[in-house]
């Protein structure tokens, strides 16, 4: 049987969560045109009945021109795409299920597609689409501006739709992440230069937006991670002090919850503590934190994208820093991806039927 750590309820912002597991956001690819199906409905409400304390949607695009990089992940913008992100949201509350969407925009990154192009130019702090790297113009300053609208909108419309909660995509090197990481961000205004507190004035702005439209009382979940999909070894903040100068630039600006993203949970963040990401950002700033990174599998997702097989995974390590008090929640991805009962296997000690991870589970949307 799991320890009981993972199924306490937990509360944040008067939103009451079951038990302490996150479905971690993970894009998908089957939305056709941008428009999210019954089936991609049916897929999130298959984890609400499997008691997933609350489901953190795949990436869905604001409302700006490249906003995405592929045709078939969805936007949440629209007048048709509102409508199936609302009957999403209803089919997972039918099942009794907690669900926010994830908000984002890809920045400057190349578009999967080779049959297709964003309808506008790519949106970066600088132009660079990693360090050195020439990819489009520098945000103008009313490109900022109508970025941070973008947000705002689809936050209030989320709200407006029944989602119980929003959650920033700001990390792994997307447009709000290329703010922060000065390898990308050269600007001289007031969203650039050497302090990261300064850099991250672009997020804090956003969020600020957001908790205007959505108001006081409505959560707002960050996701934020040192490393880049362009540099898996980056880091934004090398000293807790850094760590807290970013990070407190958020929570000030109105971020309830810090989603802490890692490629291994297990893994300490800096040197003589053996606190992860997420419990040294609990720690600096107080608020409730995220923890993600190959929960429950033995293999990391780099790896898996090369075809390798990740097998179940003992989560006692996880669940001896949850109970100490390092992070609040904890995020699953693949093991939830592959398997929709993967919280009810574990909650009931069914630990023999736990499906190992296929990058083929990728091809499907069950």
Not at 24 to 36: E, H, K, Q, W, Y
Request: charged share 25%; glycine share 10%.
């Amino acid at each position: 049987m799991a320890s009981d750590v993972l199924f306490t309820p937990f509360e944040f912002k008067g939103l009451k969560l079951p038990n302490r597991i996150v479905m971690a956001p993970m894009t998908r690819s089957f939305s056709p045109g941008g428009v999210a199906t019954d089936d991609v409905a049916a897929y999130y409400r298959r984890r609400a009945e499997n008691q997933v304390g609350l489901i953190v949607t795949e990436g869905t695009g604001v409302d700006r021109p490249a906003s995405l990089n592929d045709p078939n992940i969805p936007r949440f913008h629209g007048e048709k795409e509102l409508a199936a992100w609302g009957n999403v949201a209803s089919e997972v509350h039918k099942a009794g299920g907690l669900i926010a969407p994830q908000l984002w925009h890809v920045g400057a990154v190349r578009t999967r597609s080779e049959t297709w192009q964003p309808p506008g130019p790519y949106d970066s702090p600088s132009g660079l689409s990693s360090p050195g790297k020439k990819f489009g113009e520098p945000m103008s300053d009313a490109e900022v501006a109508d970025a941070i609208r973008a947000f705002a909108d689809a936050a209030k419309a989320a709200k407006d739709l029944g989602f119980d909660c929003v959650e920033l995509h700001g990390a792994h090197g997307y447009l709000i992440d290329q703010f922060f990481w000065d390898g990308v961000n050269v600007r001289e205004d007031a969203y650039g230069g050497k302090d990261i507190a300064g850099r991250a004035g672009f997020a804090a702005d956003i969020i600020r937006a957001v908790r205007k439209a959505v108001g006081p009382d409505y959560p707002i979940i960050i996701r934020i991670s040192q490393w880049k999909q362009q540099d898996f070894a980056a880091r934004l903040a090398e000293t807790p002090q850094a760590l807290e100068s970013w990070l407190g630039a958020l929570v000030e600006a109105g971020a309830d919850v810090l989603h802490c993203s890692q490629r291994r949970f297990w893994e300490p963040e800096f040197e003589g503590s053996d606190l992860n990401f997420a419990g040294w950002a609990k720690k600096i700033t107080g608020v409730p934190t995220i923890t993600v990174g190959s929960v429950g599998l033995t293999g990391e997702f780099v790896t898996s994208w090369g075809g390798e097989v990740s097998q179940p995974a003992s989560l006692e390590r996880l669940e001896q820093m949850l109970d100490r008090g390092d992070f609040d929640l904890v995020a699953v991805g693949r093991a939830l991806l592959q398997d929709p009962e993967w919280v009810v296997k574990v909650r009931e000690g069914r630990q023999d039927e736990l499906q190992a991870y296929d990058r083929g589970a990728l091809a499907t949307l069950y």
